[in-house]
């Protein structure tokens, strides 16, 4: 096995099991019969980064890019159809995802309809994919400046900032062996703000030793 194809499996297991960590909400909501302390947000977000890279993929014929993203945007669908189930904000839920549907299909006709060009269609793709995947990465930090505040880690996820840690790792160097920036630069930030997450858990540990498990929150 090649360094290319090593790399291609640890994006898949690592991108696959960070996806996974929202199935934990999904537990809490069937059980709960609640979203109460659940975002929706971040699923639907995710799902349409999801299908932005998914047609990325496709346009550049990059098998691991489509495999992990169908899986990813089933997962977030699923996601979001128990939230909605478990929802008392229906409306609200309904007018959110109305919204990133009409989103979805403009950004579907712009790129099929208005760019002809192969090469501008795949750049101006990467290159919008990126800025959402770094958005979602950088959102965080507010929560994290709070962290500080308060020294509680205790709405931070340490299996999700290891899978992240290591889903952004192996993305970065699978677009280093593929010569893609697209591909490296918005997963770039996920290390470092990881490696912030990684710190925090060490920093305030003694203060939290005798509090419950982290809860998960979503990137």
Known sequence: ?????????????????????????LKKMRESKSTDNIQFLPFLTTCLNNLGWMYYGILKRDQTIIL?????????????IMY?????????????????????ICGW?????????????LSQLGLTCSVVTVSM???????LVEIVRSGNVQCLSFPLTVATFFTSTSW????????DYYIVVPNTPGIFTSLIRFYLFWKFASVNQGSPSYK???I
């Open 216 to 218: 998960p929150v979503h």
């Open 109 to 121: 006709l712009y790129f099929t309809m208005f760019l002809t060009d192969g090469d501008i269609r």
């Open 137 to 143: 990465y950088l959102s965080p930090l507010t929560d």
């Open 68 to 80: 992990v993203n169908i899986i990813g945007a089933l997962l977030q669908l699923l996601y979001i």
């Open 1 to 25: 096995m090649d360094l290319l194809s090593l790399l291609s499996w640890a994006c898949i297991v690592f991108t696959v099991g960070m996806f996974s960590t929202g199935l934990t909400d």
């Open 172 to 179: 970065v160097f699978y677009g280093l062996q593929l010569s």
């Open 84 to 104: 909605f189930r478990y929802t008392k904000q229906k409306r609200l839920v309904s007018s959110q995802t109305l919204t990133a549907g009409i989103v979805l």
